[in-house]
Nanobody, 126 residues
Framework: QVQLVESGGGSVQAGGSLRLSCAAS????????MGWFRQNPGKEREGVAR????????YYAGSVQGRFTISRDNANNTVYLQMTSLQPEDQAIYYC???????????????????WGQGTQVTVSS
């Protein structure tokens, strides 16, 4: 089992920045792929970014490319999501997720992720 705990959410004005953290514990050696998803009420959970803990290879959704940066600190089993130039459409609950390995394709399907955090709210005001 792997436990994921997100932190760093909050409220910012449009154009501002936030950094989310996801601390993993438990059998962390069983998960090599860490991702961030986001969700608004009544909408599907959307993949935002993912990173391979082993290689550092990343993937970004087109909507955040160039504004968000995912990174990892393997020594501390933590993954970060640096978000800049935030817009009201970025407002959502952000979830950290993990799976054994990262896929080769350019997709992020929530059903393929095994472990999930509880989520952290990001609010962006215009």
């Amino acid at each position: 089992q792997v436990q994921l705990v997100e932190s760093g959410g909050g409220s910012v004005q449009a154009g501002g920045s936030l950094r989310l953290s996801c601390a993993a514990s438990g059998n962390t050696g069983s998960v090599n792929c860490m991702g961030w998803f986001r969700q608004n009420p009544g909408k599907e959970r959307e993949g935002v970014a993912r990173i391979s803990r082993a290689t550092g290879r990343t993937y970004y959704a087109g909507s955040v490319q160039g504004r968000f940066t995912i990174s990892r600190d393997n020594a501390n089993n933590t993954v970060y999501l640096q978000m800049t130039s935030l817009q009201p459409e970025d407002q959502a609950i952000y979830y950290c997720a993990a799976r054994p390995s990262c896929p080769l394709g350019a997709t992020m399907r929530q059903t393929t992720y095994t472990y999930w955090g509880q989520g952290t709210q990001v609010t962006v005001s215009s």
